[in-house]
């Protein structure tokens, strides 16, 4: 939902034994560092927090219609309400912890289609600027296709877009998600454009013929002015769903003057949309 939440998973999930012991178990004493942590996972989060450096929405901050909502569902649902911590800056006017100009969230609303004041707490404000800062190089249009160990070092291979030089070695090699993934995702939406239906990413149809599989409750909610994803594919999908179980499932909604994305952060989506959900 690019909403920047950064919850620590409840104890919980990382108690089941599956798994690996290595996140769960105690660790030696690190003396590097300022406070010990009792396990590798928590580690983990105090390092991403520093950098990230997450809190919450400030109590003394233009009252969100929306934040009032989700409070007043709470107490109707009798379960807890609290400001979850998201990676925003609230304070900052000038440089970062890392030297990149940030400027204090003002509350647009375009948070999905790209912060307009450098107030997300997002990677381009901390890790990649902190790393150029250590020595390290950055590589943009490469098309990752797999890492392997080799003689000590790291062999990445790639595409180096419009170039055709598909492999390097490097001593260290840090992998950001959406590099790996975003030209597949890319490859995999034009099949999907050029076969007219959904299609796995070698263009093999194996979801449409197993629609049985939904055969659950669906509610779509589609805004009428989405340019980005045409209210007509919501349409033809409840058509071929309830073709195939049962119109009684399934339910569509299309609420005027939304486009893509604002069915969740619009202004008035608290009163527009919400109560579909609900």
């Known amino acids: 939902m690019n909403?920047?939440?950064?919850?620590?998973a409840e104890p919980?999930?990382?108690d089941d034994p599956r798994w690996p012991p290595e996140l769960r178990n105690p660790k030696p004493v690190d003396q590097t560092l300022e406070i010990d942590h009792a396990t590798p996972l928590e580690e983990g989060y105090s390092r991403a927090e520093e950098m990230l450096k997450p809190n919450p929405y400030p109590m003394d901050g233009p009252e969100l219609p929306k934040l009032h909502a989700l409070e007043e569902s709470a107490w109707h649902l009798g379960q807890k309400f609290y400001r979850p911590p998201i990676n925003v800056n609230f304070t900052i006017e000038g440089p970062n912890h890392v030297g990149v100009e940030q400027h204090k969230c003002a509350n647009c609303g375009d948070c999905v289609t790209g912060c307009n004041y450098a107030a997300k707490n997002t990677l381009i404000m901390n890790y990649p600027p902190d790393a150029v800062n250590h020595g390290a190089e950055i590589f943009t249009e490469v098309s990752v296709r797999r890492l392997e160990r080799k003689d000590n070092k790291w062999v990445v291979q790639c595409e180096l877009l419009g170039v055709g030089r598909e492999k390097f070695k490097a001593p260290n090699v840090a992998v950001s998600a959406d590099?790996?993934?975003?030209?597949?995702?890319f490859i995999h939406l034009a099949r999907l454009a050029n076969t007219g239906h959904l299609v796995d990413f070698d263009g093999k149809n194996v979801y449409l013929p197993h629609l049985d599989?939904?055969?659950?409750?669906?509610?779509?909610?589609?805004?009428?002015?989405?340019?980005c994803f045409l209210p007509e594919s919501t349409e033809i999908t409840l058509h071929d769903?309830?073709?195939?179980?049962g119109s009684s499932l399934y339910k569509r909604q299309v609420i005027p003057g939304y486009g893509h994305i604002d069915c969740i952060f619009g202004k008035n989506a608290v009163n527009d949309v919400f109560p579909y959900v609900v």
């Open 3 to 8: 909403a920047n939440v950064a919850l620590r």
């Open 12 to 14: 919980r999930v990382f």
């Open 179 to 185: 590099v790996v993934a975003n030209m597949k995702s």
């Open 213 to 227: 599989r939904l055969a659950i409750p669906i509610t779509f909610i589609h805004g009428a002015e989405n340019e």
């Open 241 to 245: 769903l309830a073709a195939a179980n």
